[in-house]
């Protein structure tokens, strides 16, 4: 028995080599085969690789083929935007002849004598009426607006550095004699404050307002205690004073300037992005100074004397166009040499023949501006004033008009209007109780959160929020209440990037030479039309409700739609500094600026929109929908295509917004092509094309300049 069981014993063992030579046996076979596999489909991949390799190349090759023919017609469109500079040059000219023709009363602000003579004779115009003050300062105001105008709207080849720091000047000086004007005003008011005494205190109240500025004076004629604070009925402003007020003879007035002339002046003339026009050989020259000599360049943006960066680029945007040697990163790697920089600008100056745009590459000039320290000074980059601006005054009261017999009788001081002080200047060390103060907010400015209060310092020139305290921000009454140690000029400031970054966009024709572009951002949806060389703010939509019908409805000019937004609270325009403060796509400005070119250029038969791809393609491209266009309806979902452009190739991609990832492999049947409008070509209709090749030239141009003022490509 024990000799079977050892037999057996011996059997098995032999068996189970034999199994384990078997299973080593299958396992090689089965490596073998799978190595086979593996080359196999490596094979396969080189060889698909190789053939999407040489399609790919195939491709390129053709494009490049046909890259001087595609750039040469991409070039006769592209003079619709000089004829649009031109035409905008005559246009200024022809009004300029106008206003010279019509022998109108009013001066010519461009005009230095004429301005000059108007300013001296209101100054010797002893006649100070509030009304007819008032009504000469809508004519001053005006006067202003115009030169502001065109210190933003001229492009820098059309206007000079003599004429730019003219025309700066004249600016101040009309503001400055606007303001001697309405103290004169308020002066000779306060000499008459029988005309105005209000029944129940006895004290002196006068609300006096138009479009552009509202009086609120009181008169303490009283000096009672339990008067001590008031509310002016038809402006819903008020004030609390201290007991030592409430018992002197003082008066307080409450300016309220819908507008604003206290903030430095490159924040009141803040200049579009423009297109400049220099020839071939003027900008390959001038793209070498800028690569050779970036810190000169920087040194003279520096040196214009009191001006701060952005108003050194509001006058001359060549000097202020990008050192690509410090920058190349923004158009090239950072590692390219100076030769390949040089290359690539040729081959940009060769597709835009001359068609180049400076204050885009400004941005990276302004990161040398020191950044401010204190942080009790409002970052104008940051915030901007909305609403205008409140000058709080308490005010010495001048010697009354005393009435004797028929005659009015009056002791003339030859001091002019007087500031009483509060704290008073001798006892500084003791502490004196503020001032309370209530304003009520304008209703024709969208304010989307609590307002920031900050009072003017004269002496540093810049808006500080110490010295107020005690906040109290009511939603509902559109008022706000506040404590301040002494008398201040107030603004409201509030965050310049609310509606920055946007969360989508659109633009699409509406019908010949018309089109409507939708903004969406966190707190509204803002749509434009666009119609020959004028925009109209067709509606904004906030939870569901229009607002802002004052300013809807009306065609006007670009800059003009621009500063009407910006003071309604509702800035969808980035300044040179906002990439510092919303986290936008950069995009190199060789991609962005000829995708806002392009897209204009073919605006009137194709519908563009916003992409979540454009985040994830990379800076150098730019990634947004597109459908040809021919009806007045809204797009629909299935009719969008993707296309990327980098500025020189432009392609149409396989994904759609829905994929699951990004990618840039080709559509089917698709190819390469130098410019976008010969790639959108391919798939288009003759009607398009057409409707392309007749667009009016001020329409496209209005298109590119809404692009480049709104930056859509970056700011999504």
Same mark, same amino acid.
């Given at each position: 028995a024990n000799i079977k069981s050892s037999g057996k014993k011996k059997v098995s063992k032999a068996e189970q080599l034999r199994l384990q030579k078997e299973e080593e046996e299958r396992r090689l076979k089965e490596e073998e085969e799978a190595q086979f596999q593996a080359q196999q489909e490596e094979t396969a991949r080189l060889e698909n690789e190789r053939i999407e390799q040489e399609q790919m190349e195939k491709l390129v090759a053709k494009d490049q083929e046909r890259r001087e023919s595609e750039l040469s017609e991409l070039h006769s469109l592209e003079q619709k935007f000089l004829s649009a500079q031109q035409w905008n040059m005559d246009y200024r000219a022809y009004a300029k002849w106008e206003h010279y023709l019509s022998c109108d009363e009013s001066p010519d602000p461009t005009v230095l004598q004429e301005i000059n003579t108007f300013m001296s004779l209101w100054r010797e115009d002893q006649n100070e009426d509030i009304q007819l003050v008032m009504e000469k300062g809508e004519q001053v105001l005006n006067l202003i607006e115009k030169l502001q105008f065109l210190l933003l709207d001229t492009t820098p080849n059309e206007i000079t550095e003599k004429e730019t720091v003219q025309y700066q000047e004249s600016i101040l000086e009309l503001q400055k004699l606007l303001h001697q004007?309405?103290?004169?005003?308020?002066?000779?008011?306060?000499?008459?404050?029988?005309?105005?005494?209000?029944?129940?205190?006895?004290?002196?109240?006068?609300?006096?307002?138009?479009?552009?500025?509202?009086?609120?004076?009181?008169?303490?004629?009283?000096?009672?205690?339990?008067?001590?604070?008031?509310?002016?009925?038809?402006?819903?402003?008020?004030?609390?004073?201290?007991?030592?007020?409430?018992?002197?003879?003082?008066?307080?007035?409450?300016?309220?300037?819908?507008?604003?002339?206290?903030?430095?002046?490159?924040?009141?003339?803040?200049?579009?992005?423009?297109?400049?026009?220099?020839?071939?050989? /003027?900008?390959?020259?001038?793209?070498?100074?800028?690569?050779? #000599?970036? /810190?000169?360049?920087? /040194?003279?943006?520096?040196?214009?004397?009191?001006?701060?960066?952005?108003?050194?680029?509001?006058?001359?945007g060549r000097k202020s166009a990008i050192s690509f040697k410090e920058n190349s990163n923004s158009i090239a790697d950072i590692n390219e040499t100076e030769e390949e920089?040089?290359?690539?600008?040729?081959?940009?100056?060769?597709?835009?023949?001359?068609?180049?745009?400076?204050?885009?590459?400004?941005?990276?000039?302004?990161?040398?501006?020191?950044?401010?320290?204190?942080?009790?000074?409002? +970052?104008?980059?940051?915030?901007?004033?909305?609403?205008?601006?409140?000058?709080?005054?308490?005010?010495?009261?001048p010697p009354q008009v005393k009435q004797i017999k028929d005659w009015s009788m009056v002791e003339v001081l030859d001091v002019g209007?007087?500031?009483?002080?509060?704290?008073?200047?001798?006892?500084?060390?003791?502490?004196?109780?503020?001032?309370?103060?209530?304003?009520?907010?304008? +209703?024709?400015?969208?304010?989307?959160?609590?307002?920031?209060?900050?009072?003017?310092?004269?002496?540093?020139?810049?808006?500080?929020?110490?010295?107020?305290?005690?906040?109290?921000?009511?939603?509902? /009454?559109k008022s706000i209440t506040f404590e301040m140690g002494a008398f201040y000029t107030i603004a409201l400031f509030q965050d310049?990037?609310?509606?920055?970054?946007?969360?989508?966009?659109?633009?699409?024709?509406?019908?010949?030479?018309?089109?409507?572009?939708?903004?969406?951002?966190?707190?509204?949806?803002?749509?434009?039309?666009?119609?020959?060389?004028?925009?109209?703010?067709?509606?904004?939509?906030?939870?569901?409700?229009?607002?802002?019908?004052h300013v809807t409805g009306k065609w006007r000019s670009l800059a003009d739609l621009r500063a009407v937004l910006k003071k309604a609270g509702v800035n969808i325009f980035p300044g040179q500094c906002s990439h510092k403060y919303v986290s936008a796509n950069k995009k190199a400005p060789l991609a962005e600026v000829r995708a806002y070119q392009q897209m204009a250029l073919v605006a009137s038969a194709f519908a563009f929109a916003w992409s979540k791809w454009n985040g994830e393609a990379g800076h150098k491209q730019v990634v947004f929908k597109v459908s040809e266009h021919l009806k007045a309806d809204s797009v629909k979902d299935k009719d969008w295509s993707l296309y990327m452009f980098?500025?020189?190739?432009?392609?149409?991609?396989?994904?759609?917004?829905?994929?699951?990832?990004?990618? #840039?492999?080709?559509?089917?049947?698709?190819?390469?092509?130098?410019?976008?409008y010969h790639m959108l070509k391919d798939f288009a209709s003759k009607e398009a094309i057409d409707k392309v090749e007749t667009a009016s030239f001020l329409f496209i141009d209005v298109v590119y300049q809404l692009l480049l003022a709104t930056r859509l490509l970056t700011y999504s």
């Amino acid at each position: 028995a024990n000799i079977k069981s050892s037999g057996k014993k011996k059997v098995s063992k032999a068996e189970q080599l034999r199994l384990q030579k078997e299973e080593e046996e299958r396992r090689l076979k089965e490596e073998e085969e799978a190595q086979f596999q593996a080359q196999q489909e490596e094979t396969a991949r080189l060889e698909n690789e190789r053939i999407e390799q040489e399609q790919m190349e195939k491709l390129v090759a053709k494009d490049q083929e046909r890259r001087e023919s595609e750039l040469s017609e991409l070039h006769s469109l592209e003079q619709k935007f000089l004829s649009a500079q031109q035409w905008n040059m005559d246009y200024r000219a022809y009004a300029k002849w106008e206003h010279y023709l019509s022998c109108d009363e009013s001066p010519d602000p461009t005009v230095l004598q004429e301005i000059n003579t108007f300013m001296s004779l209101w100054r010797e115009d002893q006649n100070e009426d509030i009304q007819l003050v008032m009504e000469k300062g809508e004519q001053v105001l005006n006067l202003i607006e115009k030169l502001q105008f065109l210190l933003l709207d001229t492009t820098p080849n059309e206007i000079t550095e003599k004429e730019t720091v003219q025309y700066q000047e004249s600016i101040l000086e009309l503001q400055k004699l606007l303001h001697q004007k309405y103290d004169g005003a308020t002066e000779h008011l306060l000499k008459v404050t029988n005309m105005y005494e209000d029944p129940e205190t006895g004290n002196m109240q006068a609300v006096i307002k138009n479009k552009n500025v509202t009086f609120c004076i009181w008169a303490n004629l009283k000096k009672k205690v339990r008067f001590k604070n008031h509310v002016f009925c038809d402006a819903q402003h008020g004030f609390d004073l201290p007991k030592s007020l409430a018992v002197s003879s003082v008066a307080v007035r409450v300016l309220h300037t819908h507008y604003d002339h206290v903030s430095p002046l490159w924040l009141q003339c803040q200049s579009m992005p423009k297109l400049e026009v220099l020839d071939s050989k /003027e900008l390959i020259q001038h793209s070498k100074d800028n690569v050779e #000599e970036p /810190e000169e360049k920087e /040194e003279k943006t520096r040196e214009e004397p009191n001006m701060p960066a952005e108003e050194a680029a509001c006058s001359d945007g060549r000097k202020s166009a990008i050192s690509f040697k410090e920058n190349s990163n923004s158009i090239a790697d950072i590692n390219e040499t100076e030769e390949e920089i040089e290359k690539k600008l040729e081959i940009l100056d060769i597709a835009s023949q001359g068609i180049w745009l400076a204050p885009l590459m400004q941005e990276e000039m302004n990161e040398k501006e020191e950044a401010i320290t204190d942080e009790n000074v409002v +970052d104008l980059q940051q915030f901007v004033p909305v609403g205008g601006v409140y000058r709080v005054d308490a005010l010495q009261l001048p010697p009354q008009v005393k009435q004797i017999k028929d005659w009015s009788m009056v002791e003339v001081l030859d001091v002019g209007l007087e500031a009483y002080p509060y704290p008073p200047e001798e006892t500084e060390d003791a502490t004196h109780p503020p001032i309370q103060i209530t304003l009520k907010l304008s +209703d024709n400015v969208l304010y989307f959160e609590d307002p920031v209060i900050a009072r003017w310092d004269p002496a540093g020139q810049q808006w500080r929020t110490d010295g107020i305290s005690n906040i109290t921000y009511g939603t509902q /009454e559109k008022s706000i209440t506040f404590e301040m140690g002494a008398f201040y000029t107030i603004a409201l400031f509030q965050d310049a990037h609310l509606n920055m970054p946007y969360q989508a966009w659109e633009l699409r024709p509406t019908g010949m030479d018309e089109a409507l572009l939708t903004v969406t951002t966190v707190f509204a949806t803002i749509q434009i039309q666009i119609k020959g060389n004028q925009c109209m703010l067709s509606s904004v939509v906030v939870e569901e409700k229009d607002v802002l019908s004052h300013v809807t409805g009306k065609w006007r000019s670009l800059a003009d739609l621009r500063a009407v937004l910006k003071k309604a609270g509702v800035n969808i325009f980035p300044g040179q500094c906002s990439h510092k403060y919303v986290s936008a796509n950069k995009k190199a400005p060789l991609a962005e600026v000829r995708a806002y070119q392009q897209m204009a250029l073919v605006a009137s038969a194709f519908a563009f929109a916003w992409s979540k791809w454009n985040g994830e393609a990379g800076h150098k491209q730019v990634v947004f929908k597109v459908s040809e266009h021919l009806k007045a309806d809204s797009v629909k979902d299935k009719d969008w295509s993707l296309y990327m452009f980098n500025g020189q190739k432009a392609q149409k991609l396989k994904i759609t917004e829905t994929s699951e990832a990004f990618s #840039e492999e080709l559509e089917e049947d698709s190819e390469f092509h130098s410019t976008l409008y010969h790639m959108l070509k391919d798939f288009a209709s003759k009607e398009a094309i057409d409707k392309v090749e007749t667009a009016s030239f001020l329409f496209i141009d209005v298109v590119y300049q809404l692009l480049l003022a709104t930056r859509l490509l970056t700011y999504s």
